[in-house]
T-cell receptor, first 113, second 112 residues
Framework: GESVGLHLPTLSVQEGDNSIINCAYS??????FIWYKQESGKGPQFIID?????DKRQGQRVTVLLNKTVKHLSLQIAATQPGDSAVYFC????????????FGTGTRLKVLA | SAVISQKPSRDICQRGTSLTIQCQVD?????MFWYRQQPGQSLTLIAT?????????ESGFVIDKFPISRPNLTFSTLTVSNMSPEDSSIYLC?????????FGSGTRLTVV
């Protein structure tokens, strides 16, 4: 059975709608941010990243927005599909040069048919 | 990006025993990272493992409880020692890639 995401905040979205997942990060000195997707029984997988000198970055169906003023990161998924159902984590780079990423609490995305 | 093989994928262990988790990478990497993911929680870094030196542990994690080996640039092991039910978690190894980490598929440990 699945234990990942069991007690995490859940976002339920209708298939085809857009999803917005939010994340507050802790360190104003962090200069690199990543969104990961974790499906049941798997390790986290890289989705998209952004550096602190950018406000927005787009990938295929995904967009990451960075607001450094309020230390906020968001992931937008366009035309959400059933395969998008997973737990999503943001990560910040923490102390520069250490490669020690600090992970956010995670959000479980449920796509409704 | 690197491909990581982690085993076992899951195990159920008796309290007081130890389990060694193996992580094999298909390319040479300098640093390997071990994370713990408790049920319904996010990922917490246990330690950073560099080849040829002792692992660096994060606050709250000690070598006696989580000994780590790093015999070469493609392999590492994490041992969970003297297990208790509180050690029930998913344990993940990861390596730094061009964009953040690449993770193994994790070891789902249940201690009874």
């Amino acid at each position: 059975g699945e234990s990942v995401g069991l007690h995490l905040p859940t976002l339920s979205v209708q298939e085809g709608d857009n999803s917005i997942i939010n994340c507050a990060y802790s360190n104003s000195a962090s200069d690199y941010f990543i969104w990961y997707k974790q499906e049941s029984g798997k390790g986290p997988q890289f989705i998209i990243d952004i550096r602190s000198n950018m406000d927005k970055r787009q990938g295929q169906r995904v967009t990451v927005l960075l607001n450094k003023t309020v230390k906020h990161l968001s992931l937008q998924i366009a035309a959400t599909q059933p395969g998008d159902s997973a737990v999503y984590f943001c990560a910040e780079s923490g102390v520069s040069g250490t490669y020690k990423y600090i992970f956010g609490t995670g959000t479980r995305l449920k796509v409704l048919a | 990006s690197a491909v990581i093989s982690q085993k076992p994928s899951r195990d159920i262990c008796q309290r007081g025993t130890s389990l060694t988790i193996q992580c094999q990478v298909d390319s040479q990497v300098t640093m390997m990272f071990w994370y713990r993911q408790q049920p319904g929680q996010s990922l917490t870094l246990i330690a950073t493992a560099n080849q040829g030196s002792e692992a660096t542990y994060e606050s709250g994690f000690v070598i006696d409880k989580f000994p780590i080996s790093r015999p070469n640039l493609t392999f590492s092991t994490l041992t969970v020692s003297n297990m208790s039910p509180e050690d029930s978690s998913i344990y993940l190894c990861s390596v730094q890639g061009w964009s953040g980490y690449t993770f193994g598929s994790g070891t789902r440990l249940t201690v009874v």
